[in-house]
C-alpha cells in the first residue's frame, strides 16, 4: 500500500452499522482504508486501543457572532471550542452577527471571516425576515445551507422575527429552490402576552419564567408552521424542540408524508427547570428548561429516535448581559453556552440509557449530512468520505471547568458537570486539531462547506 498521511490503529470505530475494532488509513484528507492490520507506512500513527472513533459531530446549531459582535463568540475561539468537543462541521447561525446574515453581501462578508479563522469546517445558514424575501433565491445560489426565521422575538434588532405573511411568501420561495427552513418555534402572541403580565406584576422569578414561555406557545407554533408548510411546499427542520406534545404533532407531520425534521439540544436532556431555579440567568435559554418530568419525555424519545438529531444551540454572549446583579431574568440574555459537549453529552446519555453508539452517531454526524446535502462526503466513517473523526476514551471522565471550556465566555450551565468519557483527539480532514485537551493545529484549516448543487423546483 502506498504511504499514507496517518493511520489510526486498533480502534472501535463506530460505523453506521454498529462497532468494529479496526485501522484506518488516511490519504490527502479522505479515508483510504478501513480494515484491520493495515501495514502502510504513515506521517502520523496513532494507537487508539481502547478508544472509540465517532464520525466527526455535524453541529446544525452555533452562533458565532462575527462579524460585529465577536466579544461574544468569533469564528476563533468558536471553532476551537467545536474542535475540543469533536465537533469537524458546524452550522452558523445568520443572527448575532452585524450585519446578519440576510443577503448576498452578508454571506460573503461571514465566509470570508470563516475561511481565514475557522480551525474546522464550516456551513452558513441564511436568515429569513420581514423585507429580504427577494435576497432569498441569491442566498441559495450562493451556498446557504438553508434558512432560519423566529416565531417568537428574537432580541436583536438586527433580525426581525416574521409576521406570517412574511412567513409564507418566504416559504413559498424556499420550497422553489430545494433549501430547508429552520424555525425557532414559539408563539410570540403568547409569550409576549405573558412575559408582559408578569413584567406588570414584577413577577420574575425561575418559576415566572418558565410560565411565560409554556410548551402550549411551542406547540401553537409548530402546528402553523406545518399549516403553512403544507400549504407551501416548503421543507422545515425544528430547531431546539422541549416538549413531548410538540414532537407529536410533528410525528403525525412526517407520518402524513411532509418534509420536517427536527432536533433537540443536550441542555434539554442533561438538565431541567430546577437547575434554572438554582443557577438562574446562566441556564435561561428559550424555550426554556422544562420541568423533570418533561426533561425525562425528551431522553425517551431520544431514545425511541423520534428526534432526528441533536445540536447545540451554542449561544453565548458576554457575562455582563447575564450579570444577575444587572438584569433580572426576564432582561437576562437568554441562551445556553456549551457547544463544546454535544457529543460528550449524548455519550453520558447512551452509557446510562444503553443508547447503541451507532445511534448516537447517527443523531450527531450522519442525519445532519443527509439531511443538509453533505452525506456524500461527511457525516460517517467510510471509505471517500473526509477524514473526520472524534476519538474518546470511555475509561476516562471529563469535568468541565473554565480552564477546559475553550469558549470566548466562560460562564456555562456545563461547569462542574463530570462527563463518563472524554474526547482524546479530533480530526478534520486528517489533520489532528485537537489531542490531548489542547488545540494542536498550526493554523486555520476550516473551508466553507455547501451543500450539493441546489436543484430549483419549476
Known amino acids: ?70 466579544s461574544w463568540e468569533g469564528f476563533h ?8 468537543g469533536g465537533c469537524t462541521t458546524y452550522f452558523d447561525m445568520p443572527l448575532n452577527g452585524i450585519p446578519s446574515t440576510v443577503n ?32 432569498l433565491e441569491p442566498l441559495a445560489e450562493a451556498g446557504v445551507i438553508g434558512f432560519k426565521a423566529f416565531l417568537s422575538e428574537t432580541g436583536n434588532k438586527e433580525f426581525a422575527s416574521v409576521d406570517d405573511m412574511t412567513l409564507l411568501n418566504g416559504m413559498k420561495i424556499i420550497a422553489k429552490t430545494g433549501k430547508v427552513l429552520a424555525l425557532h418555534s414559539e408563539s410570540a402572541s403568547i409569550t409576549n402576552w405573558l412575559k408582559a403580565e408578569k413584567e406588570q406584576a414584577g413577577a420574575f422569578s425561575a418559576d415566572d419564567y418558565l410560565e411565560s414561555r409554556p410548551i402550549m406557545a411551542e406547540v401553537e407554533a409548530v402546528e402553523r408552521a406545518i399549516y403553512y408548510a403544507e400549504l407551501t411546499g416548503c421543507p422545515l427542520h425544528f430547531v431546539h424542540i422541549s416538549s413531548a406534545l410538540a414532537i ?73 448581559l447575564k450579570d444577575p446583579k444587572k438584569h433580572h431574568l426576564f432582561a437576562a440574555w437568554g441562551g445556553i453556552s456549551g457547544g463544546q459537549f454535544t457529543l460528550l453529552s449524548m455519550l453520558e446519555l447512551a452509557i446510562k440509557y444503553n443508547i447503541p453508539f451507532e445511534t448516537i452517531a447517527q443523531l450527531t454526524a450522519s442525519a445532519p449530512a443527509e439531511r443538509f446535502g453533505l452525506s456524500e462526503w461527511k457525516g460517517k466513517i467510510a471509505v471517500g468520505f473526509d477524514a473526520d473523526l472524534a476519538i474518546l476514551s470511555l475509561e476516562d471522565s471529563f469535568t468541565v471547568t473554565k ?50 448543487k441546489v436543484e430549483y423546483v419549476k
Open 1 to 70: 500500500m502506498e504511504r499514507l498521511d496517518v493511520v489510526i490503529k486498533n480502534g472501535k470505530a463506530v460505523l453506521p452499522d454498529g462497532v468494529k475494532e479496526t485501522d484506518i488509513g488516511i490519504k490527502d484528507g479522505r479515508i483510504v482504508a478501513l480494515q484491520k492490520g493495515i501495514q502502510a507506512n504513515a506521517s502520523v500513527m496513532l494507537n487508539a486501543e481502547n478508544h472509540y472513533i465517532f464520525p466527526g459531530v455535524i453541529d446544525v446549531h452555533v452562533h458565532f457572532s462575527e462579524p460585529g459582535r465577536e
Open 403 to 452: 480552564e477546559n471550556f475553550l469558549a470566548k465566555h466562560k460562564e456555562s450551565l456545563y461547569i462542574g458537570h463530570t462527563f463518563p468519557s472524554m474526547i482524546v483527539a479530533t480530526i478534520s480532514k486528517g489533520k489532528i486539531v485537537y489531542q490531548d485537551g489542547k488545540v494542536v493545529a498550526g493554523k486555520s484549516n476550516g473551508e466553507w462547506v455547501k451543500p450539493e
Open 77 to 84: 475561539t468558536g471553532s476551537m471550542m467545536m474542535a475540543a
Open 104 to 135: 448576498v453581501k452578508a454571506l460573503t462578508e461571514k465566509a470570508e471571516i470563516g475561511k481565514l479563522k475557522s480551525f474546522v469546517d464550516f456551513s452558513l445558514w441564511g436568515g429569513l425576515v420581514p423585507g429580504n424575501e427577494k435576497d
Open 248 to 320: 407529536e404533532k410533528i410525528e403525525q407531520a412526517k407520518h402524513s408524508g411532509m418534509d420536517i425534521t427536527v432536533e433537540t439540544c443536550p441542555h434539554y436532556l442533561l438538565f431541567n427547570h430546577q437547575h434554572l431555579r438554582e443557577l438562574g440567568t446562566i441556564a435561561k435559554c428559550a424555550p426554556p428548561l422544562r420541568e423533570k418530568e418533561e426533561q425525562e419525555k425528551l431522553i425517551s424519545l431520544v431514545i425511541n429516535q423520534k428526534f432526528d438529531m441533536v445540536s447545540s444551540d451554542h449561544s453565548p454572549c458576554p457575562f455582563d
